[in-house]
């Protein structure tokens, strides 16, 4: 498709189409030989969220007659970039930065702008100490906060040398941080009450769970894939967006792309013989393929129906899932405040909140590690949590997508729990059969971005590639 | 390519009706729709962003936008968008219609699905 006529289907709200006529779901291009048989592709990638969508460019752009196929009635997955308080606003992933590969040479070979968070900005730190609010400049708060990371990070300088290949270091002392929750390993560390507060706090949001929930190991990779440097994680984590949101980056992806897409139609059943790959839908269709890319998220495949069952270890930690279960919302006050960045502690309804938008009615981003300490549908309870930051503040709208009851995501971003990474990792990334599985909760690098779910795309787009040559 | 972005802006870009009978309150009702309007436009003709247009929703067959994909379970479902309708359905969209793709808990006050189904009356 080109991009033009993505856009402009997009605009005209008919990107989707009439359910009555589920066939014409399927948007064809002017690549599309007319002589194959309907239904039937090289390859069908299931899921089209940045992994998919990758995936499904790639792939057809070596010429495989490609099928992306979305439950969704749009494309983006766990990115999407829609309006609130008059900005583009992306509700789900949001920041990338220059040491996430992936993602950082999409952005180049698009040439798309970028912008920053204004919490970059902040002047205002807002903290708590014992139960009590404190506020100070970054001064204040940072050095004691950094040396607890130092303590936290640590055993990430040995085990994480070669932070793309995950299990590089696998020993059995490695075996033993993956077994070992975060909040257990913060319990151990040497540093101060209050700043075990601040790394609890760190770690639940980093998990988007209780930091019990999440392996310790699993938490030490983002500073080893950030140089070991403390400032450029958050660079990568926490500073740079898409001006015009990540919506702009699928579009490029689509305009690139020659994949067949049909929206509105969820995979339910996959089905393997001797011939091939069967696909059949929630639509109760039958959509036949050489291979499948399957790239829906870790915590949907419990799901979807697999004949033959795909191995036991596939099968628990599916059944197990990631960690990601939080809450993001934005919240617009009245009137304008200096840039803040706030951090409470993890049993607070939100753990982190820090000004986005520089606005006249300033706009907050808040983080919190779990959705029932906090009705985000709720701006009295949206209130209150934001005056135990920020005392006099007003709110006047709020917007949170929740992605943890939305059946095709069913959680946010990932993070293993212990065990997964050195017990499942590298069976559930091993093909079943004719069955390739992708996805950020995949990745080898930067499992839970954006960065990891376009590196898993394109890593499994080029196995099938490779496969389909010999054919 | 510029005007295209324009004209994406202006569909996102839900125009709310102020024209009412005066029985709405419109500054609450604005502010509660805000938790649709990342979902759902209201304007006449307005496009697709996650859920169907909801302009004219009230009164209308449930699953009535030719143009969107609905949810087999919301296909199956078959009521008409009375108020009462939208009372129960708005206070909790997945357990009324089990299986639906509408991702949401849910309002649970009374006066803000109130104020939220005066707005989507006025926009028709
Ligand atoms: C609130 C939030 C904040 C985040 N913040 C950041 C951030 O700032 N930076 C960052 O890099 N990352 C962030 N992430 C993580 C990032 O968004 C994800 O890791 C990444 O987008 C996942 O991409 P994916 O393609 O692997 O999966 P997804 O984007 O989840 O795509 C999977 C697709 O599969 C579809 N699907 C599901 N089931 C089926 C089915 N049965 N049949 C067909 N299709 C199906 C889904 O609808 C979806 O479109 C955030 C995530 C969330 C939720």
């Given at each position: 498709?080109k991009?033009?006529?993505?856009?402009k289907?997009?605009?005209?709200?008919?990107?989707?189409?009439?359910?009555?006529?589920?066939?014409?779901?399927?948007?064809?291009?002017?690549?599309?030989?007319?002589?194959?048989?309907?239904?039937e592709?090289?390859?069908?990638?299931?899921?089209?969220?940045f992994?998919?969508?990758?995936?499904?460019?790639?792939?057809?752009?070596?010429?495989?007659?490609?099928?992306?196929?979305?439950?969704?009635?749009?494309?983006?997955?766990?990115?999407?970039?829609?309006?609130?308080?008059?900005?583009?606003?992306?509700?789900g992933?949001?920041?990338?930065?220059?040491?996430?590969?992936?993602?950082?040479?999409?952005?180049?070979?698009?040439?798309?702008?970028?912008?920053?968070?204004?919490?970059?900005?902040?002047?205002?730190?807002?903290?708590?100490?014992?139960?009590?609010?404190?506020?100070?400049?970054?001064?204040?708060y940072?050095?004691?906060?950094?040396?607890?990371?130092?303590?936290y990070?640590?055993?990430?300088?040995k085990?994480?040398?070669?932070?793309?290949?995950?299990?590089?270091?696998?020993?059995?002392?490695?075996?033993?941080?993956?077994?070992?929750?975060?909040?257990?390993?913060?319990?151990?560390?040497?540093?101060s009450?209050?700043?075990?507060?601040?790394?609890?706090?760190?770690a639940?949001i980093?998990?988007?769970?209780?930091?019990?929930?999440?392996?310790?190991?699993?938490?030490?990779?983002?500073?080893a894939?950030?140089?070991?440097?403390?400032?450029?994680m958050?660079?990568?984590?926490?500073?740079y967006?898409?001006?015009?949101?990540?919506?702009?980056?699928?579009?490029?992806?689509?305009?690139?792309?020659?994949?067949?897409?049909?929206?509105?139609?969820?995979?339910t059943r996959?089905?393997?013989?001797?011939?091939?790959?069967?696909?059949?839908t929630?639509?109760?269709?039958?959509?036949?393929?050489?291979?499948?890319?399957?790239?829906a998220?870790?915590?949907?495949?419990?799901?979807i129906?697999?004949s033959?069952?795909?191995?036991?270890?596939?099968?628990?930690a599916?059944?197990?899932?990631?960690?990601?279960?939080?809450?993001?919302?934005?919240?617009k006050?009245?009137?304008?405040?200096?840039?803040?960045?706030?951090?409470?502690?993890?049993d607070?309804?939100?753990?982190?909140?820090?000004?986005?938008?520089d606005?006249?009615?300033?706009?907050?981003?808040?983080?919190?590690?779990d959705?029932?300490?906090?009705?985000?549908?709720?701006?009295?309870?949206?209130?209150?949590?934001?005056?135990?930051?920020?005392p006099?503040?007003?709110?006047l709208?709020?917007?949170?997508?929740?992605?943890?009851i939305?059946?095709?995501?069913?959680g946010?971003?990932?993070?293993?729990?212990?065990g997964?990474?050195?017990?499942?990792?590298?069976?559930?990334?091993?093909?079943?059969?004719?069955?390739?599985?992708?996805?950020?909760?995949f990745?080898?690098?930067?499992?839970?971005?954006?960065?990891?779910?376009?590196?898993?795309?394109?890593?499994?787009?080029?196995?099938?590639?490779?496969?389909?040559?010999?054919? | 390519m510029?005007?295209?972005?324009?004209?994406?802006?202006l569909?996102?870009f839900?125009?709310?009706?102020?024209?009412?009978?005066g029985?709405?309150?419109?500054?609450?009702?604005k502010?509660?729709?805000?938790?649709?309007?990342?979902?759902?436009?209201?304007?006449?003709?307005?496009?697709?962003?996650?859920?169907?247009?909801?302009?004219?929703?009230?009164?209308?067959?449930s699953?009535?936008?030719q143009?969107?994909?609905?949810?087999p379970?919301?296909?199956?479902?078959k009521?008409?968008?009375?108020?009462?309708?939208?009372?129960?359905f708005?206070e909790?969209p997945?357990?009324?219609?089990?299986?639906?793709?509408?991702?949401?808990?849910?309002?649970?006050?009374?006066?803000?699905?109130?104020?939220?189904?005066?707005?989507?009356?006025?926009?028709?």
């Amino acid at each position: 498709m080109k991009r033009r006529d993505f856009i402009k289907n997009i605009a005209a709200g008919t990107a989707v189409v009439s359910t009555a006529a589920v066939s014409s779901l399927t948007r064809s291009h002017e690549y599309s030989s007319p002589v194959r048989k309907k239904n039937e592709f090289d390859v069908i990638v299931i899921g089209g969220g940045f992994a998919g969508v990758t995936a499904s460019r790639d792939l057809s752009q070596s010429g495989a007659n490609t099928l992306l196929l979305e439950a969704r009635p749009r494309l983006g997955g766990r990115t999407f970039t829609t309006k609130f308080a008059g900005h583009d606003m992306d509700v789900g992933g949001t920041w990338f930065g220059w040491g996430q590969p992936s993602i950082w040479s999409e952005k180049m070979k698009y040439d798309l702008a970028i912008t920053e968070s204004a919490a970059i900005k902040a002047t205002s730190f807002v903290w708590y100490e014992n139960g009590k609010r404190k506020e100070g400049a970054a001064e204040d708060y940072w050095p004691t906060v950094y040396e607890a990371y130092d303590a936290y990070y640590e055993p990430a300088y040995k085990y994480f040398t070669r932070p793309h290949d995950p299990l590089y270091h696998n020993s059995e002392e490695f075996i033993k941080l993956d077994n070992m929750s975060a909040k257990e390993a913060i319990e151990g560390l040497k540093i101060s009450d209050i700043q075990k507060d601040f790394v609890r706090s760190f770690a639940a949001i980093n998990g988007h769970a209780d930091s019990d929930k999440s392996s310790y190991l699993d938490q030490l990779r983002w500073l080893a894939l950030s140089g070991f440097n403390k400032d450029f994680m958050w660079v990568n984590i926490g500073q740079y967006k898409l001006k015009n949101g990540t919506s702009e980056l699928i579009e490029h992806m689509m305009a690139d792309s020659n994949a067949e897409v049909k929206l509105g139609t969820a995979a339910t059943r996959i089905v393997q013989t001797s011939s091939g790959v069967s696909v059949f839908t929630n639509r109760n269709e039958e959509l036949k393929a050489k291979y499948v890319v399957m790239a829906a998220p870790l915590n949907v495949l419990k799901n979807i129906e697999f004949s033959p069952s795909i191995s036991p270890v596939k099968q628990k930690a599916f059944k197990q899932g990631h960690t990601g279960s939080g809450v993001k919302i934005y919240i617009k006050i009245k009137g304008k405040h200096p840039i803040v960045y706030a951090n409470g502690t993890e049993d607070m309804a939100l753990n982190y909140l820090w000004t986005e938008y520089d606005d006249d009615d300033q706009i907050l981003v808040g983080f919190g590690k779990d959705p029932e300490k906090i009705d985000v549908y709720d701006d009295e309870m949206v209130q209150k949590a934001v005056r135990e930051y920020l005392p006099d503040a007003e709110v006047l709208e709020s917007f949170s997508y929740d992605w943890n009851i939305d059946p095709y995501s069913k959680g946010t971003w990932c993070m293993y729990p212990p065990g997964m990474l050195t017990t499942a990792f590298e069976e559930m990334n091993r093909p079943e059969g004719l069955v390739h599985f992708a996805g950020a909760d995949f990745a080898n690098g930067w499992r839970g971005f954006i960065d990891g779910a376009i590196e898993s795309g394109a890593r499994n787009a080029q196995i099938v590639i490779e496969k389909l040559k010999n054919i | 390519m510029k005007s295209l972005k324009l004209l994406l802006m202006l569909c996102a870009f839900p125009f709310i009706s102020l024209a009412g009978d005066g029985v709405c309150n419109m500054k609450k009702a604005k502010k509660v729709f805000s938790k649709c309007a990342a979902c759902h436009s209201v304007n006449k003709g307005g496009a697709t962003i996650l859920g169907p247009n909801l302009f004219g929703v009230v009164g209308r067959e449930s699953g009535a936008v030719q143009s969107f994909p609905y949810s087999p379970a919301l296909i199956d479902y078959k009521k008409t968008w009375t108020e009462a309708e939208l009372h129960k359905f708005i206070e909790n969209p997945m357990k009324v219609v089990p299986g639906t793709m509408m991702a949401f808990r849910g309002l649970k006050k009374i006066e803000d699905r109130n104020a939220v189904i005066c707005l989507l009356e006025e926009n028709k």
